[in-house]
């Protein structure tokens, strides 16, 4: 696997490289270190001398940059270089990663203090929503390889969520990882005439009956094909369904589990079009928990592969 680590040298960067430690990475695995060098010069000043100082200080920050990530990532196993771009910090991200063709963005989410601190910062928001490839978000507190890891996977079904699926089973997570895959049944007609039986008559009743089946049986069918792709990677995977809102049943599913990392799939679109559905962005925006975005532009499910 070919990882592109960007760093600023802020503790949620060091989160980032910590995070990967939870990988089990070998020397056939790849982990390229960025760091953007970014200021914004001020018109008023022309002098020579002062260019070259800051341009002097850029390379010295750089250095001291990549060295303390350096000092997390080695004792990993996998091959390491390093990279240094100048240029808004996003764009470099997401143009290294194409120009490398990595598999992976690892990357920490600078928040805002305060009452909206639960919020990612403007660069980590960008990498995930232009970035062609899938990227992991760390949050405080990060992994720790004393437990093992626990990851909850949200699908519905999609093609993208099975992308994702297939993704995460590459990945190279021990394979005593605790798994959990949960489908989110949103509020259906059948739900609000099981409601209000009483209200609108019993004959009702039995096609209301029949609606919920059917989506429960949807369900167990999306999570079962999920747990096909998974399968290969993770033992003892656990399956879950809840009803009600996407977004709010996973994030309170993940706090309930003390889970490490979420993992949403996420249709990949280019130019006016490019997004992330609004249950990829809320899960990335309020998790407090890490966040993998299974970034994909497939337009139909990959089919697993046979063991």
Not at 26 to 36: G, P, T
Not at 279 to 302: A, D, K, Q
Request: glycine share 6%; charged share 25%; hydrophobic share 45%.
């Amino acid at each position: 696997m070919k990882i592109l680590l960007a760093t600023d040298g802020s503790e949620y960067s060091a989160l980032a490289a910590r995070l990967l430690s939870c990988l089990n990475l070998s020397s056939d695995d790849e982990i390229i270190v960025l760091h953007a060098l970014f200021w914004i010069p001020h018109d008023y000043i022309d002098a020579k001398s002062y260019i070259d100082t800051i341009n002097q200080k850029k390379k010295e920050i750089a250095t001291r940059v990549i060295d303390a990530a350096l000092g997390i990532v080695k004792p990993l196993g996998a091959r390491i270089s390093t990279l240094v771009k100048e240029g808004l910090p996003e764009q470099c991200i997401v143009d290294a990663a194409a120009a490398a063709d990595v598999d992976l963005i690892a990357m920490g989410a600078r928040g805002i203090k305060g009452i909206e601190s639960l919020f990612i910062g403007s660069v980590t928001n960008a990498v995930a929503l232009d970035a062609s490839r899938p990227v992991l978000i760390s949050k405080p507190p990060g992994c720790s390889k004393l437990r093992n890891l626990r990851i909850l996977f949200a699908t519905d079904g999609s093609a993208h969520s099975l992308a994702a699926a297939n993704f995460l089973s590459e990945m190279p997570f021990s394979a005593n990882t605790d798994m959990t895959v949960v489908n989110v049944i949103w509020p259906a007609m059948s739900d609000i005439l099981l409601k209000h039986i009483p209200l609108i008559g019993e004959k009702f009743r039995e096609v209301a009956e029949r609606g919920r089946a059917a989506e429960r049986e949807n369900s167990e069918r999306i999570i079962e094909e999920a747990r096909e792709h998974l399968k290969r990677r993770f033992d003892g995977i656990h399956v879950l369904s809840a009803d009600g809102d996407p977004s709010k049943e996973i994030l309170r599913i993940s706090e309930a589990m003390q889970t490490d990392i979420i993992v949403v799939g996420c249709r990949g679109l280019s130019g006016i079009q490019r997004a992330m559905g609004s249950v990829s962005r809320n899960i990335l925006t309020h998790s407090r928990t890490s966040v993998l975005i299974g970034r994909t532009s497939l337009c139909s499910s990959p089919e697993p592969k046979n063991d």
